[in-house]
């Protein structure tokens, strides 16, 4: 079956410009994360939806960034007006029920700021 | 504040020999801890977990996991090692204390198995 899938896999964008991340979870999953991996870091926690509920964004490092789901299933993070500490790679997973189950992973999508 | 520490960024291993790749957490409450592998161009995988019950867990490739409450530690094992467990391996906790969803990553740990 179908994993989750990310896109666009790599995105450069200029200092300034707004990005939007996308992610599609394996179909049924209630539970949905973001996370941001710098390089030579493990995952660091964005943001967590239960559903199309956003019920915990303790990791968002700025009000530049939003996420959001409306529908419960595809996944939007975006990140307003860009700055050079944004490059990294963010990754999006799901999980079947609450938090406690093990999450899948997608590959990620590796952004670079100039 | 809840965290994960694993203190070896590299373990060196011969093929056959048993490995231990270390983690220790500090959180409020009890703790759901896992571990995740991440293979060279590829995404992280779920390897094994520990939420309640029996301090020894099993996953998979043959990796297991040791619960020590008193030591705060969550220590990934495999008692014969294969040139194919080479890869980056992430331990994580969820603080259960908090009535967050976070899940904590630590930095990770690079596994050599030598032939």
């Known amino acids: 079956g179908a994993g989750v899938s990310q896109s666009p896999r790599y995105k450069v964008a200029k200092r300034g410009q707004d990005v939007a991340l996308r992610c599609d979870p394996i179909s049924g999953h209630v539970s949905l994360f973001w996370y941001q991996q710098a390089l030579g870091q493990g995952p660091e926690f964005l943001t967590y939806?239960?559903?199309?509920?956003?019920?915990?964004k303790s990791g968002l490092p700025s009000d530049r960034f939003f996420a959001e789901r409306p529908e419960g299933s595809v996944s939007t993070l975006k990140i307003q007006r860009t700055q050079q500490e944004d490059s990294a790679v963010y990754l999006c997973a799901s999980s079947v029920g609450d938090s406690h189950n093990e999450q899948f992973f997608g590959p990620g999508t590796r952004l670079t700021v100039l | 504040a809840q965290s994960v520490a694993q203190p070896e960024d590299q373990v060196n291993v011969a093929e056959g020999n048993p490995l231990t790749v270390k983690c220790t957490y500090s959180v409020s409450g009890n703790p759901y801890l896992f571990w995740y592998v991440q293979y060279p161009n590829r995404g992280l995988q779920f390897l094994l977990k520990y939420i309640t019950g029996d301090n020894l867990v099993k996953g998979s490739y043959g990796f297991e996991a040791e619960f020590n409450k008193s030591q705060t530690s969550f220590h990934l094992k495999k008692p014969s090692a294969l040139v194919s467990d080479s890869a980056l391996y992430f331990c994580a906790v969820r603080d259960m204390g908090t009535g967050g969803f976070k899940t904590i990553f630590g930095a990770g740990t690079r596994l050599f198995v030598k032939a």
């Open positions: 939806f239960q559903n199309e509920a956003q019920l915990d």
